[in-house]
Structures are given as structure tokens and as C-alpha cells.
């Protein structure tokens, strides 16, 4: 029956025939020198002449050898004494051995080994290159800082579940600007109820707006964070020149109190460039001033048209080297050509080149001076600007206003279309106003804490590493004033690791406004009454001089600073 059915093949009842022809299709695509391998003395000859399988993972020296073959090092991989190495995880076997790709960083976590984090920063805990002077104080850091995790050998246990009471006592001493002062080393620690009031006030920080779903610190690059957040904003108008109008309020509040020195700096952080105002008397300037990285040619364009007096300091300065290397450059060059002079005999000197007296004359000869199209204005200018639109969007951007321009600053920036973006996961959202003190429409913020205690392999043994760790927009004021808590409570020895929002860093740029005979006089005068600690004024009053980079590391041993930029 099966064979009246057209077309019916009952192949899959005879299996051999199917093997039959598998076999056929082997032994017409061996290779010839397949054949020709002449079998083991003794051994019946294979009835398959099939080749032998590659084996994938050969590359991996997992294929079995034959005695006296040489086995390959393999790359970076370092055998343990006393036994073999470790086992290669599965998604290594999938990669070539030629490719030295770098692994992937693992998020920390809190049973994540703390000496291991430094790898990232290759600053090793042990040994980290600092400077060999230890000081007493370190440097005023004006970079805003997005993570700091301190590690000590005294556990951090009184930085744990503060009471109530503690916490309310914290904010009460913020808001009064009590002034705490610590004894140098505290025995008990988690006992000391000073000592954890001092750490709340000390994670206390100021911020507008405050859409609590929403992080909003750092802005630059942040719109892969932000995105799929409510924003009922974007797509009015209406709501987005309320938010606006209550923005400019809280700056307008911030300034007053700036100029009023009630309040020591505060900063705007857009999604494109952030801005630093510092009252008259910090980083060395009796002025009020104010900083603006990173910027482009149309930004400082828009604000030439506003009237706004600013200066590129550090694109001043790279000219300035230049041009004392040139000079320099072409003083050797007289030098040589007087004495190429001297050794030539007389009459032979060179005449003078008559190329810049003659440059277009030639042109004039020919009689087409007038076809010759002469370059506009524009051209000219923006070849005048060519160095300054280089360093757009570069740390080097950076741009200072000083004294009374910072009003008109303020006036451009309120008014300042750019300021807020059209589109994309931030379209219609205010900047971000942080601040040390509070302001108008300003709303209290916490820095997040928490402690972590870990195992660190020294030498032959474990030994415990307590750390703690803190989150959030970190100021110049709270660093200094969780370290000045730190000294006391571990004893002075301890090291921190600083994570720095890079586009913050250049401001630490020493921008040449010291006045000494000034500042000094105004700090004692009128300073003192915005808010923060005296010690952390004064560190705050100095001079910048970590210069475009800001602090990575720092260690203290024996009540003495060291750090590394």
C-alpha cells in the first residue's frame, strides 16, 4: 500500500540506508591526508575514516596531550603555591585567549571586601602615593563630591541609629549654627551624644526644587537616570513657567544672602554647566565672584551681549606660557643668528627679505588685486577666537565674573532661555540650587550614611576594616566637617576615598585674586556669621592650590593630613 502512494519514501524504517549515505557523503569530503596516517601497530583498521573533532576549547589548555608535548603558558594567569589554579569561570571559555579583555567592575556591596574598591582609583590602602610633608589641614576642595567611603581600624558603631532625639538635636544645632567643638580623641565613641548631634548637623545640606522621585544632583549626564520619571511638567507651559518663577526666587534669596555674607557660596547645577558663587573673602578674593565651567563660544557670547565682564583664566594663562616660550624661543634664535653673524666675513651678511613689504604686489602687477576675495569680518574673528572655541565644553572653559558683574550675571542666568533644557528627560526641569545654609523655598536634605564592616587579607591573615559611607552631593563645608568628627571619634587615624563630579573639579583653579592685606581683614569682620564652623571658614578663606584636579585620597596617621590629587 505504501508503494501506490506517489511520492512516498519509507526511508525512516531503514535506518542503515540513511547511515549508508552519510558515510558516502564523510569519505568524499575527507581530506586526502587523512588516509595516508598510518594506523597503530596491531590495531584492526577503523571502518570510518571520519576526521577528528576540533575540540572548542583547546585554546584553553583542557585538551588532553600527548607525553612531551609543550604546554603553553597561559596569558596572566599566575599558578598558586602549593596546588593548581583556580578554575576559569564559564563565560571566560567563550572568549578567545588572544584577547585580553578587561572584566567588568562589581557594584559594591556591604560584604564587598573595602580594600578591593580602591583598585578601581589604583590607590592602594597599604601603601598610596601621598605627599611625604603630613600636615595638620588639608586643602580647601571646592569640587562637589558624590561619594565618600572612609575606612579605619575603630569601628564606625556610633555613626549607627541615632536616636530621636539625637537626630532633632542634629537639625536644631544646623539651624542655629551652633558652633561644636570636639576633644581631641573620645574614649566611648558611641556614648558621646555630642558626637553624634555633631554628625547629624555635619550631613545637613540645602536643595531647590525638591521632587522627591527624582534625583537631581548631578544634572550633567544624568538623563539615562531621570528618564521614565514622572514629569508632568514637560508638556506644559503653564507649570513650567510656575516652576521657573519659583526658581528664580530661590535665587534672587540665595544671592541676597551671598552678598549679605550670610551665606558663604551656594551652586547652580544645570544640565549642561555648573556655577559656583563664593562671597567676598573665600579662595583668596575680596570680592564676590563667581565661576562657570564647563562653557561654549555661545554662551560667553550671550553674555558679552548681556554686558557681563568675564575672564578665561586658565586660557589667559596657557597664552601667557606660550608667549614666554616663544620669547624665549626667539631670543635663542638672536642669540644663534648673532653668532652666525659674527663668524661670517664682512659684505656677506644676508639682505633683508622684502617679502612682507612686497606680499601682494605681485598681485598688483597682474592686475587682479581686485579679483582677490579678502576674507569678511566674521572669518577673521572667529579665526581671532580660534583658541577659545577649542576649549569648549574643557575644563579650560572656564569662565570668572567678579565684583558687580555677578548681579548681571544673576539677571542673564533667570532670564537665560539655555538654562533649561527643550527636550529630552530634563525638558522644563529648574536647575539645581545647592546650598550650606538655608534659603528661600529651600528644602533640608540628608547625605545618606551607613557603616560597612568587611575582611581585608593581610599579609597571612584577615583582619577587620570598618568603614562608613557616605552619598549625596558632598560640599567643600561637609567634607571638612566630617573629617574634623573623624579625627576625634577614630582616634586620628583613618583614610578616605573622594569621588569627585568631574565637571566640578576645575574649580579648585587658582585664579589669581588674592588680596592678603583684604581677604584676612574681611574673614574676621563679617564672615563669621554665615553659618559654618570657624575652622571651616578659614580652610574655606585660603587660596586654591590643587589647581584643576581635586582630592582622590586622603589619610590621616598620628592627627596629620596627607593626600593625594
Known amino acids: 500500500a505504501a508503494s501506490a502512494v506517489p511520492d512516498y519514501s519509507p526511508g525512516f524504517k531503514k535506518p542503515p540506508a540513511m547511515l549508508r549515505l552519510k558515510r558516502k557523503r564523510l569519505r568524499r569530503s575527507d581530506p586526502p591526508l587523512a588516509a595516508a596516517a598510518p594506523s597503530p601497530c596491531g590495531a584492526a583498521p577503523?571502518?570510518?575514516?571520519?576526521?577528528?573533532?576540533?575540540?572548542?576549547?583547546?585554546?584553553?589548555?583542557?585538551?588532553?596531550?600527548?607525553?612531551?608535548?609543550?604546554?603553553?603558558?597561559e596569558r596572566g594567569r599566575r599558578p598558586q603555591a602549593g596546588g593548581s589554579p583556580p578554575a576559569a569561570p564559564f563565560w571566560q571559555l567563550l572568549e578567545p585567549v588572544c584577547e585580553d579583555k578587561p572584566s567588568?567592575?562589581?557594584?559594591?556591596?556591604?560584604?564587598?571586601?573595602?580594600?578591593?574598591?580602591?583598585?578601581?582609583?589604583?590607590?592602594p590602602v597599604a601603601e598610596p602615593e601621598i605627599p611625604s610633608s603630613p600636615r595638620h589641614e588639608f586643602p580647601a576642595d571646592w569640587s562637589i563630591k558624590t561619594r565618600l567611603l572612609f575606612m579605619s581600624s575603630q569601628p564606625f558603631t556610633w555613626a549607627e541609629h541615632l536616636k530621636a532625639q539625637e537626630e532633632a538635636q542634629?537639625?536644631?544645632?544646623?539651624?542655629?549654627?551652633?558652633?561644636?567643638?570636639?576633644?581631641?580623641?573620645?574614649?566611648?565613641?558611641?556614648?558621646?551624644?555630642?558626637?553624634?548631634?555633631?554628625?547629624?548637623q555635619s550631613l545637613v545640606y540645602?536643595?531647590?526644587?525638591?521632587?522627591?522621585?527624582?534625583?537631581?544632583?548631578?544634572?550633567?549626564?544624568?538623563?539615562?537616570?531621570?528618564?521614565?520619571?514622572?514629569?508632568?511638567?514637560?508638556q506644559d507651559e503653564a507649570l513650567q513657567q510656575v516652576l521657573m518663577s519659583d526658581w528664580s526666587v530661590s535665587f534672587t534669596s540665595l544671592y541676597n544672602l551671598l552678598k549679605a555674607k550670610l551665606c558663604p557660596y551656594f551652586y547652580i547645577c544645570t544640565y549642561q554647566f555648573t556655577?559656583?558663587?563664593?562671597?567676598?573673602?573665600?579662595?583668596?578674593?575680596?570680592?564676590?565672584?563667581?565661576v562657570i565651567s564647563p562653557t561654549t563660544r555661545g554662551l560667553r557670547e550671550a553674555m558679552r551681549n548681556e554686558g557681563i565682564e568675564f575672564s578665561l583664566p586658565l586660557v589667559e594663562d596657557s597664552r601667557t606660557r606660550k608667549q614666554r616660550n616663544s620669547e624665549v624661543n626667539l631670543e635663542a634664535e638672536v642669540a644663534n643668528s648673532l653668532k652666525a653673524g659674527n663668524s661670517m666675513e664682512d659684505g656677506e651678511e644676508p639682505a633683508p627679505s622684502d617679502e612682507d613689504d612686497e606680499s601682494f604686489s605681485w598681485l598688483e602687477e597682474m592686475g587682479v588685486q581686485d579679483k582677490v576675495k579678502k576674507p569678511d569680518a566674521i572669518s577673521i574673528k572667529l579665526r581671532k577666537e580660534k583658541h577659545e572655541v577649542q576649549v569648549d565644553h574643557k575644563p579650560?572653559?572656564?569662565?570668572?565674573?567678579?565684583?558687580?558683574?555677578?548681579?548681571?550675571?544673576?539677571?542673564?542666568?533667570?532670564?537665560?532661555?539655555?538654562?533649561?533644557?527643550?527636550?529630552?528627560?530634563?525638558?522644563?526641569?529648574?536647575?539645581?540650587?545647592?546650598?550650606?545654609?538655608?534659603?528661600r523655598g529651600g528644602t533640608m536634605q540628608t547625605l545618606k550614611a551607613r557603616s560597612i564592616n568587611a575582611k581585608a587579607r593581610v599579609r597571612l591573615a584577615y583582619e577587620d576594616i570598618f568603614s562608613?559611607?557616605?552619598?549625596?552631593?558632598?560640599?567643600?563645608?561637609?567634607?571638612?566637617s566630617l573629617t574634623?568628627?573623624?579625627?576625634?571619634?577614630?582616634?586620628?587615624?583613618?583614610?578616605?576615598?573622594?569621588?569627585?563630579?568631574?565637571?566640578?573639579?576645575?574649580?579648585?583653579?587658582?585664579?589669581?585674586?588674592?588680596?592678603?592685606a583684604l581677604y584676612k581683614e574681611t574673614v574676621c569682620k563679617d564672615l563669621p556669621t554665615c553659618g559654618l564652623h570657624p575652622k571651616t571658614l578659614d580652610q574655606l578663606s585660603q587660596c586654591p592650590t590643587l589647581g584643576k584636579s581635586s582630592i582622590r585620597f586622603l589619610d590621616m596617621k598620628d592627627y596629620a593630613y596627607t593626600w593625594k590629587s
Not at 577503523?46 to 604546554?71: E, K, V, W
Not at 531647590?208 to 511638567?233: E, N, T, V, Y
Not at 562671597?279 to 563667581?290: K, M, P, Q, R
Open 46 to 73: 577503523r571502518a570510518l575514516s571520519t576526521p577528528a573533532r576540533r575540540n572548542p576549547f583547546s585554546s584553553l589548555d583542557n585538551a588532553p596531550r600527548a607525553a612531551g608535548t609543550h604546554q603553553p603558558r
Open 104 to 123: 567588568r567592575r562589581a557594584e559594591p556591596s556591604e560584604r564587598t571586601n573595602i580594600l578591593a574598591l580602591t583598585d578601581d582609583l589604583h590607590l
Open 170 to 200: 542634629g537639625f536644631a544645632q544646623h539651624c542655629r549654627a551652633t558652633e561644636t567643638n570636639l576633644p581631641q580623641s573620645i574614649q566611648e565613641p558611641k556614648l558621646s551624644t555630642e558626637l553624634r548631634c555633631a554628625f547629624q
Open 206 to 234: 540645602w536643595l531647590h526644587p525638591s521632587l522627591p522621585w527624582m534625583q537631581l544632583f548631578p544634572r550633567i549626564g544624568a538623563d539615562r537616570k531621570i528618564a521614565g520619571k514622572a514629569s508632568p511638567w514637560s
Open 275 to 290: 556655577v559656583l558663587f563664593r562671597a567676598a573673602g573665600l579662595a583668596g578674593s575680596d570680592v564676590i565672584t563667581a
Open 396 to 439: 579650560e572653559s572656564l569662565a570668572l565674573v567678579k565684583g558687580t558683574n555677578t548681579f548681571t550675571l544673576l539677571n542673564f542666568l533667570i532670564n537665560c532661555k539655555s538654562l533649561v533644557a527643550v527636550a529630552g528627560p530634563q525638558a522644563g526641569l529648574p536647575p539645581t540650587l545647592l546650598s550650606p545654609v538655608a534659603f
Open 468 to 480: 562608613l559611607e557616605i552619598v549625596g552631593p558632598v560640599m567643600p563645608h561637609s567634607l571638612h
Open 484 to 516: 574634623t568628627l573623624l579625627k576625634s571619634a577614630q582616634r586620628g587615624a583613618f583614610s578616605a576615598i573622594l569621588y569627585t563630579h568631574e565637571p566640578t573639579a576645575v574649580f579648585n583653579a587658582d585664579l589669581d585674586n588674592a588680596s592678603p
